[in-house]
């Protein structure tokens, strides 16, 4: 039994501050899951975002040679967005605060229905670094993904040791704390991740005219 029927595309944003070509323990989780959702038949694509001359501000295209619309694009055309960041000083990645800036624009956008344009994508949040910050970086991405309109599903924070000696990333999660799972892979993710999707695609939505209606009338 497949859970949806068309492929779904999934987009790893890797905030890592290193350039394609480095090795980034960031890439390395992303990839994992990526390795994971690929098996549920999900299209994966990855890229660098520091590899891109993203400019700082709040606008879709800031000019001058602002690359974020390409990546704009790609997030556009994504079901799902994972966004990968290692842990600096007990905060995400300068690179990822500037990629949830730019998304900031998205804010005021909404589809045909009134809907935010977002509405009915899945965000998932993949951080390196455990007990100096991932935590904390978990509920800030958490936070501004949903508010600019994605969902966010359960146990969907996948938070790996940043070990430059090894090939797999150690991956275990905010919401597991029993240390036999602590070294499997982020498999038990992707359910969460795709019924999230499918919930949101196929319960109807309200147009703006009938939320209006919905909220304006006596209590």
């Known amino acids: 039994m497949t ?22 323990s960031t890439e390395m989780l992303t990839n994992q899951l990526a390795e994971v959702l690929g098996h549920d038949g999900v299209h994966c694509e990855s890229i660098r975002c520091v590899d891109y001359d993203i400019h700082p501000g709040v ?14 694009d790609k997030v556009l ?19 990822a605060q500037r990629v949830l800036e730019r998304l900031d624009a998205e804010l005021s956008e909404t589809d045909e229905e009134g809907r935010p344009i977002l509405s009915g994508k899945v965000a998932v949040a993949a951080v390196v670094g455990n007990e100096d910050g991932a935590h904390k970086i978990t509920a800030d991405l958490f936070q501004a993904l949903n508010d600019i309109g994605f969902s966010v599903p ?15 990333i150690i991956a275990s999660w905010t919401a597991c704390r ?13 359910p969460h991740i795709l019924r999230n999707y499918c919930v949101n695609t196929a319960i109807p939505q309200l147009n703006r005219r009938n939320h209006a209606r919905r909220w304006n009338r006596p209590r």
């Open 154 to 168: 359960a146990r969907a924070a996948p938070i790996g040791m940043a070990r430059p000696c090894t090939k797999r």
């Open 3 to 24: 859970i949806v029927q068309e492929p779904l595309r999934a987009l790893s944003l890797v905030c890592s501050l290193k350039r394609t070509g480095e090795h980034s």
């Open 59 to 72: 606008g879709q295209d800031m000019g001058n040679g602002d690359q974020w619309p390409q990546l704009r």
């Open 178 to 190: 029993r240390p036999w799972r602590r070294r499997r892979p982020p498999r038990h993710t992707t």
């Open 77 to 95: 055309g994504a079901d799902i967005l994972v966004l990968g960041t290692p842990t600096w000083l007990g905060h995400m990645s300068s690179v």
